[in-house]
C-alpha cells in the first residue's frame, strides 16, 4: 500500500486541496489481488486504489468513456499469422497504466482509508491522473498510448482499432494492445529492441519474455503452435 502511494507522490497522481461544498467529491478504497502465471501460481501480490466511479457524476466528472478493446478473433489471427511465419512474440505489462494518462475534467477524490492526512482532514485530492474506477480512465490511459505510438510511426489498424503496425523497408513489428498488456513482434529483433527503448523511455513497465499464456485462450493457442 505504502508503495503504491509513494508512485503517486513520484509521478504526481494528484494534489491535495481544501475541500469546498461545490465539489463531487467521489470514494476510493483500497482492492488487493493475486496475480497469477498460467499455471496458477502466484508471482505477485498487488495492492491498487479504486475510485468508486459509481458516484460520478456526467458532464460534472466525466463526458466521453468510450474506447476500442482488442476482440478475440483478432488475437487469434494475429497469433496464427505469427505461427506461419515463425517469428517470436513478446509480452510486456505496462506498470499502473490508467496512472499515464491526464485527466482533463475536474475530479475530486477522498483521502485514501487509512492513510489520511491528520493536519488536512478536511481536504481532498484533485486528481491529475486516471485512477483506476474512474468512467474515463481507459480513455484516456487508450489516447495517451495511441498518440504515443501515433508519434513514433506506427499506423493503427483500420479495422482493430487496438493493432499497430510499422514497417521499415526490410522489416515489419506488429503490436497488439489489450488494456495494460502488450504483445509485440518483429520480423527483425532490432524493431523489437527499438520498440521496448522508447516503451521503457516513457512508460514504467516490465517486459515478461517470450509470449506463452495471454488472455487464456490465446494462451492456449500459442502452445498448440508448431514453429518452423
Not at 7 to 21: A, D, G, K, Y
Not at 189 to 215: K, N, W, Y
Amino acid at each position: 500500500m505504502q508503495e503504491k502511494l509513494n508512485q503517486f507522490t513520484r509521478i504526481e497522481v494528484w494534489t491535495l486541496v481544501p475541500q469546498s461544498v461545490i465539489m463531487n467529491v467521489i470514494g476510493i478504497k483500497w482492492v488487493f489481488k493475486n496475480k497469477l502465471d498460467e499455471v496458477g501460481v502466484i508471482t505477485r501480490n498487488k495492492a491498487r486504489l479504486i475510485a468508486k466511479g459509481y458516484n460520478q457524476e456526467k458532464d460534472m466528472d466525466y463526458d466521453e468513456t468510450f474506447v476500442p478493446v482488442a476482440r478475440l478473433e483478432v488475437v487469434r489471427l494475429l497469433l496464427a499469422f505469427v505461427c506461419m511465419s515463425g517469428f517470436k512474440f513478446f509480452q510486456m505489462d505496462v506498470k499502473s497504466s490508467f496512472l499515464n494518462g491526464f485527466i482533463n475534467e475536474e475530479v475530486y477524490v477522498s483521502q485514501p482509508p487509512d492513510f489520511e492526512d491528520h493536519q488536512h482532514t478536511n481536504h481532498v485530492y484533485k486528481v491529475k491522473k486516471a485512477l483506476y474506477g474512474l468512467k474515463q480512465a481507459l480513455r484516456h490511459w487508450y489516447e495517451r498510448l495511441n498518440n504515443f505510438l501515433l508519434s513514433h510511426s506506427y499506423e493503427r489498424g483500420k479495422i482493430d482499432k487496438t493493432l499497430f503496425i510499422k514497417k521499415s523497408k526490410y522489416a515489419i513489428i506488429f503490436l497488439q494492445i489489450y488494456v495494460d498488456d502488450i504483445i509485440f513482434g518483429a520480423t527483425n529483433d532490432s524493431l523489437c529492441e527499438e520498440f521496448v527503448a522508447a516503451m521503457q523511455g516513457e512508460f514504467e513497465m516490465s517486459v515478461m519474455g517470450e509470449l506463452s499464456f495471454f488472455l487464456r485462450v490465446a494462451g492456449q493457442a500459442i502452445k498448440g503452435c508448431h514453429l518452423p
